[in-house]
Antibody
Framework: QVQLQESGPGLVRPSGTLSLNCAVSNFSISSGYFWGWLRQPPGKGLEWIGTIYPSGNTFYNPSLSSRVTISLDTSTNHFSLRLTSVTAADTAIYFC???????????WGHGTLVTVTS | DIVMTQSPLSLSVTPGQPASISCKSSQSLLQRDGKTALYWYLQKPGQSPQLLMVEVSNRFSGVSDRFSGSGSGTDFTLQISRVEAEDVGVYYCMQSKELLTFGPGTKVEI
């Protein structure tokens, strides 16, 4: 079964850049599925951040698109999230996920809490 | 943007009894390929969301047949035939017809 694991700093300074990696196991990220990032502020609901196709094409949540970059590294079978100019509103649990043909997330990582604080 | 709403937002259930959650979208989720881009997730306490239903009514791999989904267009329902203690958590509907947006969630507790 495909497994995903997020990693990265748990604390980021305001106006800084949030960078996270997602390591994928038991499945090749170049095998025809999509890969995405989502987040959940503490105690709140789910928000989709963006998705990357195996081709490298991306599409992002319009509310975040000016600050987001998602990239793939097929040689190490992981993909990454970069979010610039962060504020306290970006404090959340960040999840990576495989997305099926309907672009729906079907397998999720456990999530990693990122806190924006000075 | 397609806005998703759910009701109720909180639901107290009795083990062995049925439960039902409603989800409505601001636009039809029927796609040109004939599929309806509506999905259901359950987020158990302290866990990441897990996929329950695909395209309204198709149970994802390993999902109990106590769960069923129905609906079309803009109105959808998730039903649990007999609630068990392991079903507690927050249920989300999600659309993927235009980008991805989630409903606010329905908290189910025993």
């Amino acid at each position: 079964q495909v497994q995903l694991q997020e990693s990265g700093p748990g604390l980021v300074r305001p106006s800084g850049t949030l960078s996270l990696n997602c390591a994928v196991s038991n499945f090749s990220i170049s095998s025809g599925y999509f890969w995405g990032w989502l987040r959940q502020p503490p105690g709140k609901g789910l928000e989709w951040i963006g998705t990357i196709y195996p081709s490298g094409n991306t599409f992002y949540n319009p509310s975040l698109s000016s600050r987001v970059t998602i990239s793939l590294d097929t040689s190490t079978n992981h993909f990454s999230l970069r979010l610039t100019s962060v504020t306290a509103a970006d404090t959340a649990i960040y999840f990576c996920a495989r997305q099926g043909s309907g672009v729906h997330p079907d397998y999720w990582g456990h999530g990693t809490l990122v806190t924006v604080t000075s | 943007d397609i806005v998703m709403t759910q009701s109720p937002l909180s639901l107290s259930v009795t083990p062995g009894q049925p439960a039902s959650i409603s989800c409505k979208s601001s636009q039809s989720l029927l796609q040109r390929d004939g599929k309806t881009a509506l999905y259901w997730y359950l987020q158990k306490p302290g866990q990441s969301p897990q996929l329950l239903m695909v395209e309204v009514s198709n149970r994802f791999s390993g999902v109990s047949d106590r769960f069923s989904g129905s609906g079309s267009g803009t109105d959808f329902t998730l039903q649990i035939s007999r609630v068990e203690a392991e079903d507690v958590g927050v249920y989300y509907c999600m659309q993927s017809k235009e980008l991805l947006t989630f409903g606010p969630g329905t908290k189910v507790e025993i």
